[in-house]
């Protein structure tokens, strides 16, 4: 079995070389060393590996389907040597992150600041936008993205947590609007609405049947910052649609007031996304699982003073 095992790193090296010759230079033998080898492992598979002449060779259809498999397993074995070597688990190199704004400032970034600090290898750059940027076409290795996420093939994505959003809207406005107490009554107020990627973001409130629904913000006031829409609600701008942890201090300061709350809008979820590859680097798996460990209980500790 040891032999079988050797001839696999072999049969890689020459089939990523275009002689024997250089895949003996590569691995410090002989090329009738490497010549050989082959010729076993193709008496043991019963196939031929590679078409050989006197000028070239290349893989035979077989040869590159034995190939694949080979250099994700030599991968494999990689990269749990590199996560077991000396039992340090350091990560290393550059880290590109994109967050969302206000999320991003108030728990992304204190985490990744922190996962830095446990790795002083790992050079970390964190980009704040609430675009869903292109990873693989702008070179990010991993995202956080809040809501519902677009269908993708060339993507990964695993949920880390979920918010809760609250309609909200200042004590001044409500005096002078009145307090809507349904989905039909809330369409008739103002609205200071969020908008992302050039749309409005719609409001998901339950209807008088308790069945979720989604409206239109009746706004006049569009923005696509979130920290710009709660300082508008709160000198009057309208109601408004927004995260709880984003909210809380103004309603316990009273500048804002929770408003149809048997309305409860559920919550959002919390991803974190990554280009689909065979082999996820040390630095993202970390990250991820440092997100996966520690978010949650984050945001858990602000919901539950709701």
């Given at each position: ?46 196939v031929t590996l590679f078409n050989r002449t006197t000028r070239s060779q290349s893989l035979t259809d077989e040869g590159s389907l034995y190939y694949e498999s080979c250099r994700r397993a030599l991968n494999e074995i990689k990269l749990a040597e590199d996560i077991l070597e000396s039992g340090k688990l350091q990560a290393s190199g550059k880290l590109r992150v994109s967050v969302p704004v206000l999320l991003g400032h108030f728990c992304i970034s204190p985490l990744l600041s922190a996962l830095a600090q446990e790795h002083p290898k790992l050079e970390l750059e964190i980009s704040f936008s609430d ?176």
């Amino acid at each position: 079995m040891k032999s079988e095992m050797n001839s696999i790193p072999v049969f890689v090296t020459a089939a990523e070389s275009s002689s024997f010759s250089q895949a003996a230079e590569k691995l410090h033998v002989t090329r009738s060393a490497v010549a050989k080898t082959i010729s076993r492992l193709e008496e043991r598979l019963g196939v031929t590996l590679f078409n050989r002449t006197t000028r070239s060779q290349s893989l035979t259809d077989e040869g590159s389907l034995y190939y694949e498999s080979c250099r994700r397993a030599l991968n494999e074995i990689k990269l749990a040597e590199d996560i077991l070597e000396s039992g340090k688990l350091q990560a290393s190199g550059k880290l590109r992150v994109s967050v969302p704004v206000l999320l991003g400032h108030f728990c992304i970034s204190p985490l990744l600041s922190a996962l830095a600090q446990e790795h002083p290898k790992l050079e970390l750059e964190i980009s704040f936008s609430d675009r869903p940027v292109d990873l693989s076409e702008e070179g990010f290795d991993l995202a956080v993205r809040i809501g519902t996420l677009a269908d993708s093939s060339s993507l990964v994505a695993r949920k880390l947590a979920s918010h809760t959003m609250v309609f909200c809207a200042s004590p001044d406005y409500l005096r002078q609007a009145g307090e809507p107490a349904s989905s039909e009554e809330l369409k008739h107020h103002e609205a200071v609405a969020y908008t992302r990627s050039g749309r409005v973001l719609k409001w998901q409130i339950k209807n008088e049947k308790g069945e979720m629904t989604e409206i239109t913000p009746p706004a006049r006031i569009m923005m696509d910052d979130m920290q710009a829409v709660k300082n508008i609600a709160i000198t009057g701008g309208g109601i408004a649609w927004l995260p709880y942890w984003l909210v809380r201090e103004q309603f316990v300061s009273g500048s804002l007031k929770e408003i149809l709350k048997d309305r409860s809008s559920g919550s959002w979820p919390v991803y974190a996304v990554w280009p689909r590859t065979p082999h996820l680097s040390l630095k993202v798996r970390l990250t991820i699982d440092k997100l996966v460990s520690e978010l949650p209980a984050m945001m858990a500790a602000i919901e539950a003073q709701i």
